[in-house]
């Protein structure tokens, strides 16, 4: 049998957000094919364990302050000599962001400043490096909530997410004849702390959000990570500015029979 190279091998690839969740699955997907990985995240612990278990290199980080994302990036370059993929991850979504009758100015803030401006922040510090190279490949997350409203209201949330999606289909076409490539991930409800938190103390909550699953259940975090695999691989040369939906078919369900 024939060793074949990994498929990010010699690469070096930033991921916001990857001491848990879809970012932590990725950045073991990442290593398993032979990236180099710069996590940025704000669990220091944590994030100093994850990259000495993958060979890379961990980066405390508030992805809201323009200065430590610059910090991030320069650190990937600076430490491996390119910046190949940015999966700008990061994000949350807090209990106090629900109806947007209820929902304060303070915590519609939050969550825009985590959620959108922290993806303006590091394809902005991203793009540089990858313009310079000539290639490079951006993955922002946004979410199923972007294209269609969700079954439980988070109103800054879905916002945020609408702009990322938005922001993703201009900067893909914008750069794309300069070899940058920029795509967005659309999951939908994953298996995730933050999932499992958001529904823990609301089982109907939950319930009413998976009924309209068409498979029947959550997402995992490995199945979002194999996506973002194929976004930031030479797999998916001719796709940029798009929305890649891994929802298990929610946006394309109206009803769902039990």
């Given amino acids: 049998m024939v060793d074949r190279p ?3 091998e010699g690469r070096v690839a930033v991921i916001t957000g ?6 932590l699955a990725t950045v ?3 290593a398993e094919e032979g990236a180099k990985v710069v996590i940025g995240d704000l669990s220091d612990e944590v994030g100093a364990q994850i990259a000495e278990e993958v060979g890379g ?3 405390h980080v508030d992805v809201t302050s323009k200065e430590e994302v610059d910090n991030l990036f320069k650190v990937a370059k600076d430490t ?4 190949d993929v940015a999966f700008n991850n990061a994000g949350i979504s807090p209990p106090d962001d629900d109806s947007i009758l209820t929902t304060e100015l303070d915590a519609w803030r939050r969550v825009q400043e985590v959620n959108l401006t922290s993806v303006y922040l590091c394809c902005k510090a991203a793009l540089p490096y990858m313009l310079e190279q000539k290639r490079g490949s951006i993955i922002n997350t946004a979410s199923f909530v972007a ?3 969700a079954a439980t209201s988070q109103i800054s949330y879905s916002a945020s997410k609408g702009g990322v999606l938005s922001m993703t289909r201009e900067l893909g076409v914008e750069f794309a ?10 999951p939908g409800p994953v298996n995730t702390p933050l999932l499992k938190e958001l529904f823990a103390k609301d089982e109907e909550r939950a319930a009413r959000r998976l009924v309209h699953v068409p498979m029947g259940r959550f997402g995992e975090p490995e199945e979002m990570a194999n996506a973002v695999l194929f976004l930031a691989s030479d797999e998916s040369s001719f796709m ?10 929610i946006s394309g369900a109206y009803v769902t029979p039990l």
Avoid: E, K
């Avoid at 990857?18 to 970012?23: E, L, V, Y």
């Avoid at 004849?177 to 659309?186: D, I, P, Y």
């Fill in 80 to 83: 491996y000599g390119s910046v």
């Fill in 6 to 8: 990994g498929r990010l």
């Fill in 177 to 186: 004849r300069q070899g940058v490539r920029v795509n967005a991930l659309c």
């Fill in 28 to 30: 073991r997907r990442f």
């Fill in 147 to 149: 294209v269609m409203g």
């Fill in 57 to 59: 290199t961990y980066v």
């Fill in 240 to 249: 940029t500015a798009s929305t890649f939906l891994v929802d298990g078919g």
């Fill in 18 to 23: 990857g001491c848990s969740g879809i970012g």
